[in-house]
């Protein structure tokens, strides 16, 4: 079945510092893929998304390029600030628009 | 306005009750999804609802039923509880199943069975 692969977390970096997150992806056909963030104590909300191969999707200064060729969605942004410490998760759908997950990296961002 | 509604935020309850989550979407949306989400953080789809219709159903106990009465309400209700449900239950949203159609969370029910 489909599943999300994302590097484990916490990822704890300084203000202003260059962010990654990797996330790794086995499904077939050609899904959509997504990167949602979880503020603490909130629901999930949708950062990004990119529905097909070379699609970049960009947000609040997040970006992630839906790699067909490595299977890969990576989440980048250039400088990151405190406000942006949450839980990202990686996902796509397939049929059935269900989502799948991956495990959720942990960011945590000091000034 | 408040996009998808969940009640309640948080539900305490002992082993062997029943209890039940709602969810209510304003979106005009014809999809409705819950997710649950454990201790670690991993989520994972339960059940998926297209116009009052059982369209996912992930290998989930019987103890856990859901009910839509109209397009905008799922409802899930959880019989004899165990300890192992507590987790973060999310309801979410879409219009229409396509694999690019956003969903939308509601803010989540944080259940505990003790």
């Known amino acids: 079945g489909d599943s999300v692969t994302q590097m484990e977390g916490p990822v704890t970096l300084s203000e202003e510092a260059f962010l990654t997150i990797n996330c790794t992806y086995t499904?077939?056909?050609?899904?959509?893929l997504f990167w949602y963030v979880q503020y603490p104590g909130e629901g999930l909300q949708l950062l990004l998304k990119a529905t097909k191969a070379d699609d970049k999707g960009s947000n609040k200064g997040f970006e992630a390029t839906y790699r067909k060729e490595t299977t890969s969605f990576h989440l980048e942004k250039g400088s990151v600030q405190v406000s942006d410490s949450a839980v990202y998760f990686c996902a796509l759908t397939n049929a059935g628009n269900m989502l799948t997950f991956g495990g959720g990296t942990r960011l945590m961002v000091k000034p | 306005d408040t996009a998808v509604s969940q009640t309640p935020k948080y539900l305490v309850t002992q082993m062997g009750n029943d209890k039940s989550i709602k969810c209510e979407q304003n979106l005009g949306h014809d999809t409705m999804y819950w997710y649950k989400q454990d201790s670690k953080k991993f989520l994972k789809i339960m059940f998926s609802y297209n116009n009052k219709e059982l369209i996912i159903n992930e290998t989930v106990p019987n103890r856990f039923s859901p009910k839509s009465p109209d397009k905008a309400h799922l409802n899930l209700h959880i019989n004899s509880l165990e300890l192992g449900d507590s987790a973060v239950y999310f309801c979410?949203?879409?219009?229409?199943?396509?694999?690019?159609?956003?969903?939308?969370f509601g803010p989540g029910t944080r259940l505990t069975v003790l």
């Open positions: 979410a949203s879409s219009q229409g199943q396509g694999i690019k159609n956003e969903q939308f």
């Open positions: 499904a077939t056909g050609y899904p959509s």
